[in-house]
């Protein structure tokens, strides 16, 4: 008998002591900043992996003393339900509590890609197939088919995206980037329509679309904008051909080489504007925000004609009247 009281005392004391040595190791550990270098570390947590997987991966990789204390605590906390997917930054000195800090409430590691004013379509579709960090599920697939995809079949895709830099996390499709361009863009134009002056003549947002597309490949001069939707505003008015050589070129598309000659301008295509009247039937490229707010605001005044000043400023002589502007062509184009 007295053996046995002896055992279950000696028992007692060994789990006792275990137990008290485990604590021990388990308060240190939460206590002990990972092993990270002093750059941090990014870890990806992908979509329905479990704490477990992700604490083992972590030991594996070196930055984690004891995987299974890691879980335990998450577990016993409650923690280890409401880990978010995603990649993150670890910054060095990160103690296992604040781990799980950032892998619950952290905000995942964002990338940048920036569409710019004045691209076309094709351009817009080269950079968001080219990010190594985008998913990418639209390879193969023209624009027909994205239009489709994205929800707008049988829509242009042309001057439909937004140009802004976007940030997203890794695990982002191509097709939900693209998706918010368009909507920003649809945002805009219901945000300016209302702001524009009623006596514009633009039947519509698509017409303001189209206009603002054009503005944008005829300068990068911010100040010239209202000025050169003034010139087009009073064209469209009075019946006159826009006669604006951007459109010209879209219409060329593969055949165009850099060089505008005399005989495309009398190539008839439907975004000739030296040949046929009104707005081209789709926007030529993506307008920025100051060039719509231009096209539905344009700057008030008599001049109808414009010309490159071609001294490397970007900006334009304007002109009302056509000596004027032959005048100004003779000085800024031939040197006469």
């Known amino acids: 008998m007295r053996f046995l009281v002896y055992f279950f005392a000696l028992t007692l004391l060994t789990l006792m002591l275990a137990t008290g040595t485990l604590l021990y190791q388990a308060d240190r550990f939460l206590q002990t900043p990972l092993q990270l270098p002093e750059q941090g570390e990014i870890i990806l947590v992908p979509a329905g992996a479990s704490l477990r997987a992700m604490s083992r991966a ?38 296992p509590q604040g781990l799980l800090d950032i892998l619950e ?33 639209l390879q193969g697939l023209d624009a027909e088919q994205i ?8 829509e242009h895709p042309e001057g439909r995206f937004f140009p802004d830099t976007y940030s997203f996390s890794r695990g982002t499709s191509d097709l939900e980037f693209l998706r918010r361009s368009y909507q920003r863009m649809e945002q805009e134009l219901e945000r300016l329509w209302p702001q524009r002056n009623p006596d514009v003549p633009l039947k ?19 100040e010239e904008r209202p000025e050169i939707a003034g010139v087009f505003s009073r064209r469209l008015d009075k019946g006159m051909r826009l006669q604006t050589d951007p459109t ?13 000659r005399r005989q495309d301008l009398k190539t008839d295509t439907p975004y000739n504007t030296y040949t046929r009247n009104g707005l081209p039937p789709t926007p030529i490229c993506m307008p920025g925000q100051a060039a719509l707010e231009a096209a539905l605001n344009p700057k008030p005044g008599d001049s109808l004609y414009f010309v490159a000043r071609g001294d490397g400023s970007g900006t334009h002589v304007f002109s009302s009247n056509l000596k004027d ?3 100004a062509v003779r000085k800024h184009q031939l040197g006469k």
């Open 204 to 222: 519509d947002p698509y017409q303001a679309l189209i206009l603002a597309s054009i503005i944008e490949k005829e300068t990068g001069a911010a």
């Open 248 to 260: 010209v070129i879209y219409g060329m598309g593969e055949a165009y080489q850099g060089n505008i």
């Open 147 to 154: 239009m489709a995809r994205l929800g707008h079949p049988g």
């Open 58 to 95: 972590l030991e594996r990789q070196g930055l984690l003393s004891n995987e299974l204390f890691l879980y335990a605590y998450a577990r016993i906390s409650g923690r280890a339900r409401h880990i978010q997917a995603g990649e993150f930054h670890i910054p060095q000195g990160t103690r």
């Open 105 to 137: 409430k952290g905000s995942p590691v964002q990338y940048q890609l920036a569409l710019i004013e004045g691209w076309n379509f094709q351009q817009v579709l080269a950079a968001v197939r080219a990010d190594p960090v985008l998913e990418q599920t």
């Open 325 to 327: 502007h032959n005048k």
